[in-house]
T-cell receptor, first 109, second 113 residues
Framework: EDKVVQSPLSLVVHEGDTVTLNCSYE??????LLWYKQEKKAPTFLFML????IEKKSGRLSSILDKKELFSILNITATQTGDSAIYLC?????????FGAGTRLTVKP | NAGVTQTPKFQVLKTGQSMTLQCAQD?????MSWYRQDPGMGLRLIHY???????DQGEVPNGYNVSRSTTEDFPLRLLSAAPSQTSVYFC????????????FGPGTRLTVT
């Protein structure tokens, strides 16, 4: 059965720290891996990854995919309190979109 | 553009009642989907549609029906509500050129007693 596992489930850091969030997956007919940020309500799209080894970057956030080892990481450098959120990883396959449980990140001032 | 809108924002049902959660988007997106989000379980796909007149089941379709008569609207029907359907429901849409980039609605919090 397809599954997406994120770790850690929760993380508390201080402003300025760098964090790495993990997402591993087992799906058939992999198409893409996506990262979302969910604050109070709806998730918002961050990145889509389809190829191994190519880093996607947006400001202090970056992500990379390893299709051989079936995982992705999301890095956030110089964290700010506004980065506090649940970060969701999702894997798209031929007929499904499977989400992980999310990592709840809390950034303290 | 209003984006993806969902109504109602909150709903309380009694076991056995039926209701329809509304979802609409004004971005001319072909792909629309419904998810439920439960604590510790992330988002789970209920049903999705790749265009008007076409729907398909996701991971957890039982107890839910959908239809897609127009590009804009994608209602989710609960036929006979059960306490296990207590959840937050999100509708999402994405454009044909970038089907992976989903735009989510604000969610509907449903409680079934």
């Amino acid at each position: 059965e397809d599954k997406v596992v994120q770790s850690p489930l929760s993380l508390v850091v201080h402003e300025g720290d760098t964090v790495t969030l993990n997402c591993s997956y087992e799906v058939t007919n992999f198409r893409s891996l996506l990262w979302y940020k969910q604050e109070k309500k709806a998730p918002t799209f961050l990145f889509m990854l389809t190829s191994s080894g190519i880093e996607k970057k947006s400001g202090r956030l970056s992500s990379i995919l390893d299709k051989k080892e079936l995982f992705s990481i999301l890095n956030i450098t110089a964290t700010q309190t506004g980065d506090s959120a649940i970060y969701l990883c999702a894997v798209e396959s031929a007929n499904d979109m499977r989400f992980g449980a999310g990592t709840r990140l809390t950034v303290k001032p | 553009n209003a984006g993806v809108t969902q109504t109602p924002k909150f709903q309380v049902l009694k076991t056995g009642q039926s209701m329809t959660l509304q979802c609409a988007q004004d971005m001319n997106h072909e792909y629309m989907s419904w998810y439920r989000q439960d604590p510790g379980m992330g988002l789970r796909l209920i049903h999705y549609s790749v265009g008007a007149g076409i729907t398909d089941q996701g991971e957890v379709p039982n107890g839910y029906n959908v239809s897609r008569s127009t590009t804009e609207d994608f209602p989710l029907r609960l036929l006979s509500a059960a306490p296990s359907q207590t959840s937050v429901y999100f509708c999402a849409s994405s454009p044909p050129a970038n089907a992976h980039e989903q735009y989510f609605g604000p969610g509907t919090r449903l409680t079934v007693t």
